[in-house]
């Protein structure tokens, strides 16, 4: 069976296992990976990790075993998550690092992640790999590469006893989590407990097939978790996804509260530490743009995703960076560059817990506006031919523009942005008004073109 080139993607390889992504694929992947690496003239030890999915054990061993036909050494640290396996690779004396997760996607999906030995993610290294591994079959090593494991608790209680160097008492607070049966449920209560909080946790148990609800924490997707945490005596609640590499905070009353708010709460004690940026990905609110300069900090927009984020930390030297699907990075409380939700989530608790304020007082003081997401079905092989007839389009007529990722349109009162996503075959609406009214408007207007265009594309 021929490996379909699109689950060679911006971010990692994906698709769904047994049909676009076999085991005769992923260990060819492996092999293709240290002929890579050799390429570059890299050698030493590759960390591996998995989420809980179904398939991600034989994905590894199939990974490890072109690993280590390639002549790489594999150092299994078992079912992890995703900033827990990052933080080993970063911690430790290893040539690169390679996890299989498909992060949000559903159960169906799998993939496979590469990490520089810093844990960031690959960005035009993946398309490099991706034309390796379409090139041929990489030549066996002479040598062929080792394997050996980390057992999981290690792993987990090493990152702990790290945590707990930078957070303090959580003491009195009463926290629900719901991992949503993802890999974060071999971490969460073990570690909030470490800090002396008291946890409920939900959807608790590792299940790929995510049998209580979809991976990806979105509002709607979390119900059981603000119902949980309304009817309870809790300081908050916290979703995370698959790999648990993102965090949804749910307010005392039950009630989402925004990452772009979470991120403005951080901001004041990121800068005590240093001044910097603060970086937030074009499809956040722009009430980042009005709150962030009162923090004395400048605000950066950036493209989505977070192997790129890491690139542009490096490049504003910025003290936080956000993204609206709620992954967060502060390198300076982590000391590492790529996201971890487990850090900043407690590092955010401490903060509610010193305020003694309640998180739905401090969010209400943190304007909202209108604000939506629509996504419609489009073909991977379309959706980037249909990006840049709308960018040229919406530039030939005028309007002003943000093309960083997909193409942005800011109108009065409001702006859109139309993006194609890296990781399914959609293009994304993102839309934000002063109004409901206004927001109203813009969606009817802009669904209208957007179907305008793929009809010309198409036609």
Avoid at 124 to 138: M, Q, Y
Avoid at 272 to 300: F, Q, T, W
Avoid at 425 to 444: S, Y
Wanted: aromatic share 8%; hydrophobic share 45%; proline share 6%.
């Amino acid at each position: 069976m021929a490996t379909p080139r699109n689950i060679f993607r911006a971010y990692d390889i994906r698709g769904i296992y047994g049909s676009e992504l076999t085991l005769a694929t992923a260990e060819r992947v492996g092999a293709t990976f240290a002929a890579y690496l050799a390429s570059k003239g890299v050698s030493g030890r590759i960390c591996i990790g998995r989420d809980a999915r179904t398939s991600s054990p034989d994905l590894e061993a199939a990974v490890t075993a072109g690993l280590r036909s390639g002549g790489c050494d594999a150092v299994s640290v078992g079912m992890v998550p995703i900033p827990v396996a990052n933080w080993w690779t970063w911690r430790g004396d290893f040539a690169g690092g390679v996890y299989i997760t498909a992060s949000h996607n559903p159960a169906e999906y799998n993939g496979i992640r590469f990490r520089h030995p810093d844990g960031t993610g690959f960005t035009d290294g993946n398309t490099e790999i991706r034309d390796l591994f379409f090139a041929g079959v990489p030549p066996s090593a002479a040598a062929k590469g080792g394997l050996s494991r980390v057992p999981e608790a290690e792993v987990l209680e090493l990152f702990s006893a790290f945590a707990a160097e930078r957070i303090g008492s959580l003491a009195g607070m009463r926290i629900a989590l719901d991992p949503g049966n993802g890999v974060g449920g071999v971490i969460l209560e073990s570690l909030f407990q470490r800090f002396g909080a008291t946890t409920e946790i939900i959807n608790g148990e590792p299940d790929g097939r995510f049998p209580n609800r979809p991976s990806e924490p979105a509002p709607k997707n979390i119900g059981a978790l603000m119902e949980l945490v309304a009817a309870g005596d809790f300081d908050c609640g916290i979703a995370f996804d698959g790999d648990c590499d993102r965090c949804v905070f749910v307010d005392d009353r039950g009630h989402v509260v925004p990452t772009e708010k979470i991120g403005i709460l951080l901001v004041p004690e990121l800068l005590k530490l240093r001044k910097g940026p603060v970086l937030a990905n074009v499809p956040c609110s722009m009430v980042l743009e009005d709150e962030i300069p009162k923090l004395g900090a400048e605000l950066v927009w950036i493209r989505v995703g977070d192997v790129f984020v890491c690139e542009e930390l490096k490049k504003h030297d910025a003290v936080l960076a956000l993204e609206i699907s709620a992954h967060l990075f502060a390198p300076d409380l982590t000391e590492f560059l790529f996201d971890d939700p487990l850090i900043i989530s407690l590092k955010v608790l401490e903060l509610l817990r010193a305020s003694g304020r309640k998180l739905s007082e401090l969010a209400a003081e943190i304007p909202s506006l209108p604000y939506e997401e629509l996504k419609f079905a489009c073909p991977d092989e379309v959706k980037f031919d249909l990006n840049a007839a709308l960018q040229a389009d919406f530039s030939a007529r005028g309007y002003r523009v943000e093309t960083i990722d997909g193409v942005k349109v800011w109108l009065d009162d409001g702006w859109v942005l139309l993006r194609p996503s890296n990781t399914q075959p959609v293009m994304r609406m993102f839309i934000e008004a002063r109004t409901p009214e206004r927001l109203a408007e813009i969606r009817t207007e802009f669904t209208a073109e957007y179907e305008n265009a793929l009809a010309s594309l198409s036609g």
